[in-house]
């Protein structure tokens, strides 16, 4: 969830955007192939959705910030609104040209041609195309209108101004500059020497004026000669503190001035700054966001830190910023749980321990959603795949925001709150670039459409811009551009979306030229963002001051273009434009708005501007400087005058920053007097009732030159008489063409009343509500507004259980929150039994004491049957939910043997930790088969039918988790194995963990080679889990990769018999550590199938070998059925693992020279050998401890692990 200011995602203004830390921040590219070198900005000049004294008021939500940080500007923005007060700004490298040239094309000069000429000026001076003063017409132009053309008086004028230059900074790219307040001389400004190389600031200095930036002192040694300077900032609240913040590179401190920048104090940090939130209202209180992510406070502006809290997200901590709070100390975050989850936590600054902090929603919410704004906060939470959006109005318990049933939100952005109303950009399922406008009531739950697809985009940083303008000074007046068939138009609204309409285009051009645009096929549009480049399209402004006054860049056509564009002006709302420039230009709103000052976006050097005293009408041009300036930006007078402008540029890219103080006051003969206004009606196409009023403004007259000093707009209103236009379709009902308002397919008028029980009264819609801040009486206001009516009996009826968050899961041992949802029924007088399915059955008798749901822990883990039963008189309704309750999977082993022969099934399991975890999906590869096999059970029986090594995989997905684990046995004909056992001081030193078993292994084989000769690849030497310390030596055969060589079976026996003798003569041993050597013995010995190639056999060998026949059956018998004969197929659990099991199967072989019948079995012996049971005891384990079948003939099932 996200949130932006009207007017591309922040219409608000950079003025609103960065007036809460006192600073306007311009950047200029050009040093990095055209692309902003300058680095990020300090967050803590863009704080967030703040309200800022003196903040913007004319662009978007006035006096906040959006949620979205913006980048550095790309050029100089001229238009600065009273009570910002600082400007930050930056040039070149090499280029030679001001920031306003870096990265667009421009005309290029003509040889020999004037530079002021060059700027896009016609004969003599004059702007292209437009007529001079006197009214003289070109050929060709006989239907020109003199009255209706924008006059240029050229008569060159001069105006006051003085220079200053920064000596010593010309190598300085960069400048922050602070106009400390209304009723102030101060302006400070910082120089920083930014290398883009390093990455780095490398010098600062700070200059200081005490008479509105005629002369400025440089302040180097007051706040030490060696300290570099990175960031400015200044109280909102008091202008006359002023913070400085110092590189981190080489130090972490800040310099505090409580005289507005004469003297300061130095305070050491203990932290690393990255951004800071000042508070509305206290000018000491500050909040500072570490780079760890940790979030400071401090009540004695900055003296002194205390940490609130660790694992802060970025940009989302706020002030309590609610009118009628009592905590104002309160801070809203956003934090990160230890599991990586975020949750929403309210905490008072000097006293936020972990007792004393409160999560007013329960649970978590969605990453980076937290949004704090006026009487509202939002937060948004992702189930089932769909984003859900929450509310809470005036710090009450949260509601989940009502749009449309299938608008389906993907994405949401809070633009406005103003005036007790949520304005929301929302983009459905089926948008990419364009989003749906929603206007909500005062609660900020129900949401109803205001305007459809509303133009998009992306700014550098990723954040959405929404081309939505709120108009300064007109309660409800909005631009926007809609798309429409791929083309973008722009409409303008009076009554806050409830009414859209084309704009206009102006009758006649520049010249005085009729223009031919009729509606609805041609009109005016205008670029509405607010650029990160002021130069480029996209300015538009406004002012509180001058209600009627708007200013905007645009063009003349079907659609909005980024060429062709011109400069636009009304002087009466919207209602009627007139074109006042061909190309585009920055203007500034002097004396309230009564003088407007025009500058050129240009890469050349200029000194003239143009001024207008008539609202665009007629300009004349005025010079500010003697020599051409490169400009890089201006700053105006804060307070309500402005009449004093700076204007920051330089002569050459190696020269000093040159200041230019511009003067306006001499351009005015005198004060205005009463008889200098005139009446001016607020309208829309002639209709007087806007927003319920009729509002008379006060406006100079556009032949006096006087000044108007304190804000002259003085307004009358008086309320109208309601009418349908007064009134917008309520929640869950649409206009149709007949201008009624009826309810949608999908929505049920009576499920409003579903909250109501009998006897009690609620609020039946009429289909209409009146429109939120309109002040409209009487008329049809009763008709139209809601009313009280009595809660009619009904049965239960759309009865749902949910979980809180929507899954179908939850965990052992752990609360989880099921939601009783009913769509009709008299919840007061109802009784719900809801039974959990695990021999636990709650009753409540009513529904509104489950509104923060039913918490309930489950302690064992399966598929449990939750069911509800809702009765009342009336009737009754159930519903059932199935949920699965797991514990989280922690490992996964793969049980298998080491080795195996050739076409016989062997087991492969996979052993979990802990054992029972519910639900489990089995996915199993064997070599490099592509086709999984996917089972529910954790066993399979494999059978290999080559030779060789061969790798098993199995994956155990549970829940989100997903495991897995491989291993490799060994595939042959024939083998032998030898159970191995040790001297008892090993026991001493067995962990009996996995990889010292491995390790041992190791040690062992290389005993066994260097005691017998035996060539490594014969064998393998596998340690058992469990005491005593027991291991299986395999002796395998071996084939070169030529494929010859292969070992015989009597080379096999031969092997074995060296190995049994080497044992048998205590020759193998090994050093364990020092001073501890290990004995190696021989346990038992037993052969793989060998083929008998025999041609002719004895009465007696037939008969010995029908009998090893029939055992060979019997155990084959025992061996495919053991999983359904109790006490056979048994397994135990150790430190993780399970015994596996090894099948030696016999081999038919009767010569077994020189083995020794205590450790060579025959097949015979199986018959007279007793089934012995081992018990093996399982540490730590809540599992049964199980027997082991021990067969140690024809077949030996030996616990190994892999």
């Known amino acids: 969830m996200g949130k932006v200011g009207a007017g591309g995602g922040s219409s608000a203004g950079l003025g609103a955007l960065l007036a809460g830390a006192g600073l306007l921040v311009l950047c200029a590219p050009g040093a990095c192939n055209g692309g902003s070198c300058c680095p990020q900005p300090h967050p803590g000049s863009y704080p967030h959705w703040t309200s800022t004294p003196g903040g913007s008021p004319n662009q978007g939500p006035r006096g906040r910030a959006p949620a979205t940080p913006l980048p550095f500007l790309g050029r100089p923005l001229f238009t600065v609104a009273p009570g910002n007060r600082a400007l930050a700004l930056e040039r070149a490298r090499g280029t030679g040209l001001s920031m306003a040239g870096a990265t667009r094309s421009v005309r290029r000069r003509r040889s020999g041609e004037d530079p002021e000429k060059a700027e896009g000026e016609g004969v003599n001076g004059s702007p292209r195309g437009v007529l001079r003063d006197g009214g003289q017409q070109e050929p060709g132009t006989q239907e020109r209108d003199p009255d209706k053309a924008t ?39 910082l120089t920083k020497l930014y290398d883009y190389n390093l990455g780095s600031i490398t010098e600062s200095s700070l200059w200081r004026s ?66 800071l939130l000042f508070h509305p209202k206290q000018e000491d209180w500050i909040l500072a966001y570490s780079q760890d992510q940790k979030l400071y406070s401090s009540a004695e ?44 936590l309210t905490c008072r600054m000097q006293n936020c321990t972990e007792a004393n902090r409160n999560k007013p929603f329960s649970g978590y919410i969605d990453p980076d959603s937290l949004i704090v704004q006026d009487d509202y906060v939002f937060v948004q939470l992702t189930s089932g795949g769909r984003p859900h959006y929450y509310v809470s109005y005036r710090r009450n318990a949260f509601a989940q925001m009502k749009l449309p049933k299938y608008a389906l939100p993907k994405d949401m952005h809070v633009i406005s709150t103003d005036e007790n109303q949520v304005f929301a950009a929302v983009q459905e399922w089926n948008q990419n670039d364009t989003y749906n406008l929603y206007i909500s009531d005062t609660r900020g739950v129900y949401f109803t459409l205001a305007l459809e697809n509303v133009q998009s985009s992306r700014g550098p940083e990723g954040n959405v811009m929404i081309d939505l303008y709120e108009v300064a000074g007109i309660k409800g007046m909005f631009l926007a551009n809609k798309k429409i068939d791929n083309q973008v138009k722009t409409f303008i609204t009076y009554n806050k979306g409830r009414d859209w309409r084309l704009l206009q285009a102006p009758d006649t051009d520049l010249r005085g030229d009729p223009v031919h645009c009729f509606l609805p096929y041609c009109s005016l549009h205008l670029h509405l963002k607010v650029s990160e480049n002021p130069y480029t399209s996209g300015i538009i402004a406004s002012r509180d001051t001058a209600p009627s006054i708007i200013v905007a860049s645009g063009n003349i056509g079907s659609e909005l273009s980024d060429s062709d564009i011109s400069m636009f002006v009304s002087s009466d709302a919207g209602n009627t434009w007139r074109q006042i420039f061909e190309e585009e230009h920055s203007v500034l709103y002097l004396d309230q708005g009564g003088v407007l000052v025009a500058m050129k976006h240009t890469s050349l050097p200029i000194r003239h501007l143009w001024l207008s005293f008539d609202e665009g009408r007629s300009w004349s041009k005025y010079s500010f400087t003697s020599i051409p300036l490169f400009v890089d930006g201006v700053l105006g007078e804060p307070g309500e005058e402005t009449l004093i402008m700076t204007v920051f540029g330089h002569f050459s890219h190696r020269s000093e920053w040159q200041l230019v103080k511009v003067d306006y006051k001499s351009i005015f003969d005198r004060r205005c007097a009463e008889e200098d206004y005139r009446s001016w009606q607020l309208h829309s196409q002639g209709e007087a009732c806007i927003m319920g009023a009729k509002r008379v403004y006060k406006k100079r007259k556009s032949e006096r030159k006087c000044m108007q000093g304190k804000y002259a707009g003085a307004m009358e209103s008086e309320p109208c008489v309601c009418t349908e236009a007064d009134f917008d379709c309520d929640y869950g009902y649409e206009r149709h063409s007949n201008g009624q308002c009826l309810p949608a397919f999908w929505f049920n008028p009576s499920s409003l009343s579903k909250d109501c029980s009998l006897g009690q009264s609620y609020l039946n819609s009429t289909g209409y509500r009146k429109v939120v801040s309109n002040n409209c009486t009487d008329g049809v206001r009763e008709q139209y507004t809601a009313k009280p009516q009595k809660c009619p009996g009904k049965a239960p009826r759309g009865l749902r259980i949910v979980t809180a968050d929507g899954k179908l899961t939850a965990e052992q041992g752990h609360n989880v929150t099921l939601v009783v949802q009913l769509e009709e029924g008299d919840v007061q007088r109802t009784l719900i039994q809801v039974d959990f399915g695990d021999g636990i059955a709650v009753s409540y008798v009513n529904l509104s004491s489950m509104e923060d749901g039913i918490k309930h822990v489950y302690q064992n883990v399966g598929i449990f049957r939750v069911t509800v039963q809702v009765d009342n008189s009336l009737g009754s309704d159930s519903a059932v939910l199935y949920l699965h309750v797991t514990c989280p999977l922690e490992h996964v082993h793969l049980s298998l043997p080491f080795v195996t022969t050739k076409n016989k099934e062997v087991n492969a399991t996979a052993v979990l930790w802990p054992s029972q975890v519910g639900t489990l999906t089995y996915v199993w590869w064997k070599g490099n088969n592509t086709e999984p096999l996917i089972t529910l059970e954790g066993s399979i029986s494999i059978k290999f039918l080559s030779e060789g090594m061969n790798t098993i995989t199995v994956q155990v997905s549970a829940g989100n988790a997903i495991l897995q684990d491989t291993k490799t046995i060994a595939v042959y004909e024939e083998f032998r194995s030898l159970r191995l056992s040790f001297s008892p001081n090993l026991d001493d030193y067995n962990p009996d963990i996995p990889e010292w078993r491995r390790d041992i292994s190791r040690v062992i084989k290389r005993s066994l080679v260097e005691a017998t000769g035996v060539p490594a690849q014969h064998i393998l030497v596998a340690v058992l889990p469990g005491l005593p310390t027991a291991a299986e030596l395999f002796v395998l055969p071996y084939q070169d990769p030529t494929g010859e060589s292969r070992r015989s079976a009597e080379d096999l026996e031969q092997i074995s018999e060296l190995l049994v003798h080497k044992l048998n003569q205590n020759s193998v041993h090994f050093e364990l550590k020092p001073g501890v050597q290990v004995l190696v013995h021989a346990a038992h010995l037993t052969a793989a199938p060998l083929v008998d190639l025999t041609p002719t056999h004895s009465g007696s060998a037939m008969l010995m070998l029908l009998s090893v026949v029939f055992v060979g059956l019997a155990v084959f018998v025992i061996y495919k059925f053991k999983r359904k004969i109790p006490g056979i197929n048994v397994y135990a659990q150790m430190q993780n693992e399970k015994e596996q099991e090894m099948i030696s199967p016999f081999s038919h072989t009767e010569s077994r020279p020189n083995t020794p019948q205590t450790q060579l079995r025959r097949p015979g012996q199986l018959l007279d050998e007793k089934v012995e049971s081992q018990h093996i005891e399982v540490p730590n384990s809540n599992f049964e401890s199980i027997g082991v079948l021990g067969i140690c003939s024809v077949f030996s099932r030996i616990p190994t692990e892999h």
């Not at 706040?223 to 110092?246: D, E, F, H």
């Open 301 to 344: 502006f900055g003296r002194r830190w205390q940490l609130i809290q660790e694992g802060v997200v970025p940009n989302r901590f706020y002030w309590s910023v609610m009118g009628s709070h009592k905590e104002p100390d309160l801070v809203h975050l956003e934090a990160r749980t230890v599991d990586g989850h975020s949750q929403y």
């Open 151 to 189: 006059r240029f008086r050229m008569e060159e004028l001069r105006l006051t101004s003085t220079t200053f230059a920064l000596t010593g900074d010309s190598a300085h790219n960069q400048a922050m500059v602070h106009w400390s307040g209304h009723n102030s001389s101060v302006i400070l400004i």
């Open 210 to 275: 005490t008479d509105y930036g005629t002369t400025y002192e440089k302040l180097n040694d007051k706040v030490g000669l060696k300290t570099i300077l990175s960031y400015l900032y200044v109280c909102p609240t008091n202008k006359r503190k002023i913070m400085l913040l110092t590189d981190p590179e080489i130090e972490s401190s800040l310099l505090i001035s409580s005289d507005e920048g004469a003297t300061y104090q130095k305070y050491r940090l203990n932290f690393y700054i990255q951004s």
